[in-house]
Each structure stands twice: as C-alpha cells, then as structure tokens.
Nanobody, 122 residues
Framework: QVQLVESGGGLVQAGGSLRLSCAAS????????MGWYRQAPGKQRELVAV???????NYADSVTGRFTISRDNAGNMVYLQMNSLRPEDTAVYYC????????????????WGQGTQVTISS
C-alpha cells in the first residue's frame, strides 16, 4: 500500500507564507511525478504545481513566481513553499503522486493525500 500524508496547512494573513509537506510511505513503489492540487469551496480541483522524477516543474499561472515546489533527494517527499499568499489561495490542498506500485508494474496510478486546509485572511 502507498499512502500520502500532508502537513503544514493553517491560517495566515495575506502576504504571509506557508510550507506544505507531503510524505509518500509504503514500499516498493516508483514515483513518476508528485504535485499539489487545490480545491476551493464551490470550485473544481485544480493543479497548483508538479515536479517530475527528472526534476521538471510546472506551475499554475496564478501561483507562478509565488510558489515553489521541490522534492527531497530520495524522491519520496514533496514540498510546496507558498509566499505572498492571497485570500484567493484559500483552499484544501491535496498532495498527488503518479506512481507504479509495485515498482515492476507497467501501469501508473494516481494516489491522493487526505488534504490540508490553507486559509488566507485579508
């Protein structure tokens, strides 16, 4: 089994910063990409940022220049540094991983964390 566990959400004033962390636990899996999505009330879940196993990154236009995604050397943790936060960044943030489990499988599957609430006050 593979589990994704997020941490680091909370309440912060506009202009502030937060750092989200996500740990992928389990055994014998191979991660292709990890990233963060968010879902605000009444809206669809949207991509925030993604980083591939090769280190390539991609960001939503709305967060480019403010958010930075990174992974640890082992590749099983992903972080989202969020700066210059705005009230419109308020949402539940979900960690996502696209991976092969077990690692010898030819099929990639999507895994999700339970979500962490980020609230930005104006």
């Amino acid at each position: 089994q593979v589990q994704l566990v997020e941490s680091g959400g909370g309440l912060v004033q506009a202009g502030g910063s937060l750092r989200l962390s996500c740990a992928a636990s389990g055994a014998m899996f191979s991660i292709n990409a990890m990233g963060w999505y968010r879902q605000a009330p009444g809206k669809q879940r949207e991509l925030v940022a993604v980083v591939t196993s090769g280190g390539s990154t991609n960001y939503a236009d709305s967060v480019t220049g403010r958010f930075t995604i990174s992974r640890d050397n082992a590749g099983n943790m992903v972080y989202l540094q969020m700066n210059s936060l705005r009230p419109e960044d308020t949402a539940v943030y979900y960690c996502h991983a696209n991976l092969r489990y077990p690692m010898w499988s030819s099929r990639y599957s999507d895994y999700w964390g339970q979500g962490t609430q980020v609230t930005i006050s104006s």
